[in-house]
């Protein structure tokens, strides 16, 4: 029940692809916000009370949206979109090919999903609701919704790393917030990143042919993502 109130009453939508760095994002957000207005450290805004008092009033209402791939089905995604036409959306992407490779080891070591248990490397980057297509479509797809719902931000998770101190201020802005740059810089640097580039699925590493087949799926990616083509030596 509270969680359909506040998805119905939240003016901000987060959505993400898994292990794209939403946790992280918004732990920093989180931490920021809690320093800021001093308020006692929080998770998500949606789990809070529906009647806020005091300085929580002044934390932005934001449902989050974490589609797993056999619900990214782009037909089913535009469908969602139309909901959207009055909400203001906050999309993080990160490079098709790394959430590719921690998926899988989400799928198969957190979830022990069936399918994916039964799928070498090479099989799960190639199928053709869990691999990467279906990635690149869900990427391409939010990355163009601008004009399918009330605003759009979208923002790289790899310059919200690799550049806080100009990107986090974007999203801060984006939600209504004031920019406090040394109070930003110190939350960053304790919020540990949790969305790792790592092998984490039994050391399974891209081959030459699986790593030539991303490539060519990547492709069909927006050149306006700015994710470059990769060699087996960038692995």
Not at 13 to 27: A, C, E, I, L, N
Not at 65 to 78: K, Y
Not at 149 to 171: S, T, Y
């Amino acid at each position: 029940m509270r969680r359909g109130w506040h998805r119905l009453h939240s003016r901000y939508w987060f959505v993400s692809f898994p292990k794209s760095g939403r946790t992280w994002t918004w732990r920093v957000v989180a931490a920021y916000l809690s320093r800021l207005h001093g308020l006692p450290a929080f998770a998500y805004p949606e789990f809070m009370p529906p009647r806020r008092r005091g300085a929580w009033r002044r934390v932005p209402r934001v449902h989050f949206v974490h589609p797993h791939c056999r619900d990214a089905d782009p037909a089913v995604t535009a469908r969602f979109m139309a909901g959207l036409k009055r909400k203001r959306v906050i999309v993080v992407v990160r490079d098709p090919r790394d959430v590719v490779v921690t998926y899988r080891a989400r799928l198969r070591v957190r979830q022990r999903d069936p399918e994916a248990l039964g799928l070498d490397l090479p099989a799960f980057v190639r199928h053709g609701t869990l691999g990467i297509g279906r990635i690149v479509d869900f990427t391409n797809q939010w990355h163009g919704a601008g004009g399918a719902v009330g605003a759009l931000l979208c923002l790289r998770f790899e310059d919200l790393r690799d550049e806080p101190l100009v990107h986090f201020p974007r999203l801060l802005g984006y939600l209504g917030l004031p920019v406090d740059e040394a109070l930003l810089a110190q939350v960053v640097g304790e919020t540990p990143d949790t969305t790792t580039t790592a092998i984490e699925s039994g050391g399974d590493r891209p081959g030459a042919a699986d790593l030539a087949y991303m490539e060519r799926e990547m492709s069909r990616l927006d050149p306006a993502l700015g994710y470059a083509p990769r060699t087996e030596d960038d692995r």
